[in-house]
């Protein structure tokens, strides 16, 4: 019982200081940004999707108004939407294989009252990076542009210029293999 309250009440609080810490101690800044804030000033709602492994920092990128995301069914599921809360997202449950069919009435229904929809396409289950069909029907019905987004990060760069690659020799096994470092 206390297990379950930490995990429900108190995780999801501190998951949600840490992505903001985190995002603090990163510089955060957009390529590509232009056309989805002029839709923003337009007022005109869009579909955001972006792969279910680039979730962790996707709530400081939002810059809309108002958002509802779906979220699985799956005991994480609860978690995530319990932290996406604290972001001012609404969360609409359901996937694929549970609860899939209330899930799109959910978010058609919230669409029609203007709100931006967030999903991943691959979902948890896969295939990792392949859309499926739900986020298409999404666009298709209502009318909203899908806009890819991502989120990626690199290392402060601590190799002189020049210096991309490294290559070491694995011990004992004689074969070689790159580490990639990106500045």
């Not at 206390?2 to 995780?11: A, E, F, K, T």
Request: aromatic content about 10%; hydrophobic content about 45%; some cysteine.
């Amino acid at each position: 019982m206390l297990m379950n309250w930490l995990r429900l009440s108190v995780l999801p609080f501190i998951a949600a200081w840490g992505i903001r810490l985190l995002g603090k101690t990163m510089c955060l800044f957009t390529i590509g940004g232009e056309t989805v804030d002029a839709r923003f000033r337009e007022g005109k709602p869009i579909i955001i999707a972006f792969w279910h492994g680039r979730q962790l920092m996707m709530p400081l990128a939002y810059r809309g108004q108002s958002a509802s995301i779906l979220i699985s069914h799956h005991r994480d599921g609860e978690i995530i939407a319990r932290i996406m809360k604290y972001f001012g997202f609404s969360s609409i449950r359901g996937s694929s294989t549970r609860g899939g069919f209330q899930a799109v009435r959910q978010l058609l229904k919230v669409a029609r009252q203007g709100q931006d929809l967030i999903v991943t396409p691959d979902g948890p289950r896969g295939p990792v990076c392949q859309v499926q069909a739900g986020v298409i029907y999404l666009a298709k019905v209502t009318g909203f542009p899908i806009i890819p987004l991502t989120f990626a990060c690199s290392k402060k760069k601590s190799f002189q210029a020049g210096m991309g690659f490294r290559f070491l020799t694995l011990e004992g096994k004689g074969s070689m293999f790159g580490v990639s470092h990106y500045g």
